[in-house]
């Protein structure tokens, strides 16, 4: 069993920044493949971002070039810079876990079995 816990959300002004970080602990994985999701009220929990353990990164087009998404396999901990955040951003992002080398989509929420209990992020206009 492996627990996620993320940290880092907050209220932000629109076009400001912040830095959400997840530790994974308890069963140890040689690798795996980690993700954020987010989901703002009445919508469903959509894709963000994904790193494999080496390093590979693919980020939702809303995203792309706003956020990075980086990893520290020594510390079990996977980061999501946020910057030149928008109103829109607004929802609670979710860090997931997949203990595979490589998934057939990382996309798909369903190819995480470990999730953490999110943190809320929050941009005013």
């Known amino acids: 069993q492996v627990q996620l816990v993320e940290s880092g959300g907050g209220l932000v002004q629109a076009g400001g920044s912040l830095r959400l970080s997840c530790v994974a602990s308890g069963r140890t994985f040689s690798s795996y493949i980690m993700a954020w999701f987010r989901q703002a009220p009445g919508k469903e929990r959509e894709f963000v971002a994904t790193?494999?353990?080496?390093?590979?990164?693919y980020y939702a087009d809303a995203v792309k070039g706003r956020f990075t998404i980086s990893r520290d396999n020594a510390k079990n901990t996977v980061y999501l810079q946020m910057n030149s955040l928008k109103p829109e951003d607004t929802a609670v992002y979710y860090c997931?876990?997949?203990?595979?080398?490589?998934?057939?989509?990382?996309?798909?929420?369903?190819?995480?079995?470990?999730w953490g209990q999110g943190t809320q992020v929050t941009v005013s206009s």
């Open positions: 997931a876990l997949n203990p595979s080398i490589a998934v057939a989509d990382t996309t798909d929420r369903r190819s995480y079995p470990s």
């Open positions: 790193i494999t353990w080496s390093g590979g990164t």
